[in-house]
């Protein structure tokens, strides 16, 4: 904590207890003021009082048995208040807790992930190695390479069954599952959707998983999962949170290996269509490049002009 978030903390901490002493002034001095005017009320009615004796000051003391009364169910009142203000700070508290809890396992697992990412070790046939990111984009153009020998099966009759089929077996050939890198990807997934109820909640960190993939990351993810098994619990994660529609939907997979998971695992990858941010409208445009092209005519026709009259050096 730096000294300014100390001096912040006590100045806020002081500000509650004089609040507390206000308010506790208040009280007693409206309580005081509630016997008082009672008291000089009665003593106003009963004026000149006569007697003094024992047995007067009983009844002017009974007197004030409403008055106590008033103030008892003002302080049961208070009693059920306090609980239920208690209770609620406690359930408060509670969920900070819980949140604050699940923050710290759900970063410590995104660091833990981004580790085993670069742990990630491949090493090819003439000894060169590649790591991290590399490794898995290394995966990705071995199998993509592999994969040329079967694109010719998609332009006749009855060939997709067969590309299907070359499909899955070159992925599992060409491209090894990385245990403890999807492991951890599979924790943190897990992590969001045990501790946090409802789809509200959980949606800023699949965020937050979506920004930390790159894109050779979630081709791999991908082959991965298309060539998962029928209950596999990652790929179930990974549809459910949405990010394999995501990571997927914006990158470059093609149109026949997202239609391949479509008819193998039922989900549609629909490939987003990309927005492009532009200065002008497209009314705009097209007047602007026809006086564009006006002035090209003119330029060139002046540039032409000039070269015809200019004199013939011998």
Known sequence: MTVLEAIVNSFSLLGVIMNLTKITTTVILGVLLVFGGYGAFVLYKIWPVSE??????????????????????????????TILLQRRELTESREIFRIQRFEGSFYRLLELYRRNLEDVRVVDHQDKVYEGIGALSFYSKKFSESMKRHVSYLEVDHGRAVYEYHLFVEIQRNIIRQSRYLGTLQNILELIERDLPSDEERAPYWDIVASQITFSEAKYIFYCCLVSGKNDRFRALMERSGLIVGLISSSNISSTLRASYKRVHGIELVKLPVKLILPYTRKKLREQTRLAKVSLREAAAAKASKRSISPVVS
Request: charged share 5%; glycine share 16%; net charge negative.
């Open 52 to 81: 003094y004796s024992i047995a007067t000051a009983g009844t002017f003391g009974d007197s004030f048995g409403v008055v106590t009364s008033l103030f008892s169910g003002l302080a049961f009142a208070g009693i059920i208040l």
